[in-house]
């Protein structure tokens, strides 16, 4: 009944995608969202899945091979990881990815990453990485690796689809619209590459404060409104032959 209910608001909320072909003839940056333990691996911390899950294995390995491509041919890549004080909560969220402990780093498939030349690390605490890349001088880290790299597309991927992926999204967007980010020009959502978690209904039921969160559906809805937002989302990502 629940899979028939989804399919139900899916088809009243259709998500055309495309294909997208990576050329070295645009310049496009790779941006992964919050792809550490305390969200992707299975019983590291609060928000952790607490056993495997397809969605966000499948994201794991889309952005690990995306990554692969960019550092290979040396293409920018921007990485936030979701890292908090233990003494500032974000609310309503329990205590998660606490800076200085294994929740707040890499997933072990891509700490490699760490010592790539073409890899910006940042760590955020907040969900939107737009704000998270404050710096107290007012500069922001993310908006000066889009100029400096002078990046003309953005693909993001990550984790999850409708949080901290959507808030992303959604500033990056309005930036862009207000000429805050040239000459960036289209941030693409690669819907394989994202994921959410799962929280069903009766197991929401018993946690005081927690809403239901059908993890197939808000990940279509994260989509939606992404697209809805000015995003271009795809379903399929390649490299073109001449890169």
Not at 40 to 68: F, H, W, Y
Not at 78 to 98: G, Q, R, T, V, W
Not at 157 to 184: E, K, Y
Request: charged residues 20%; glycine residues 6%.
């Amino acid at each position: 009944m629940i899979s028939n209910t989804i399919d139900m608001l899916k088809s009243e909320l259709p998500l055309e995608q495309e294909a997208l072909i990576l050329s070295g003839d645009v310049k496009t940056g790779l941006v992964l969202v919050d792809l550490v333990n305390g969200f992707c691996t299975v019983g590291a911390g609060n928000l952790a899945p607490t056993q495997p899950d397809k969605q966000i294995s499948e994201m794991v390995d889309e952005s690990v091979r995306l990554a692969r491509v960019f550092c290979d041919k040396k293409w920018p890549v921007f990485a936030f990881l979701d890292s908090h004080h233990p003494d500032i909560p974000e609310p309503p969220y329990p205590p998660h990815c606490i800076i200085g402990t294994d929740e707040s780093k890499l997933v072990p498939e891509l700490e490699w990453m760490e010592n790539e030349s073409n890899v910006t690390l940042r760590r955020k605490d907040c969900i939107d990485g737009v704000l998270g890349s404050i710096e107290k001088d007012g500069s922001n880290v993310f908006m000066d690796w889009v100029k400096s790299n002078q990046i003309k597309n953005i693909l993001v991927v990550g984790i999850c689809t409708d949080i901290c992926v959507l808030d992303f999204v959604s500033s990056t967007l309005s930036a862009r619209n207000r000429g805050f980010l040239a000459p960036l020009q289209d941030v693409f959502v690669y819907s394989c590459g994202c994921a959410t978690y799962d929280l069903p209904h009766h197991v929401a039921r018993s946690i005081k404060g927690a809403l239901a969160h059908p993890q197939e559906l808000m990940h279509h809805i994260g989509l939606y409104m992404a697209k809805g937002r000015g995003a271009k989302v795809v379903s399929e990502v390649s490299v073109g032959a001449l890169c």
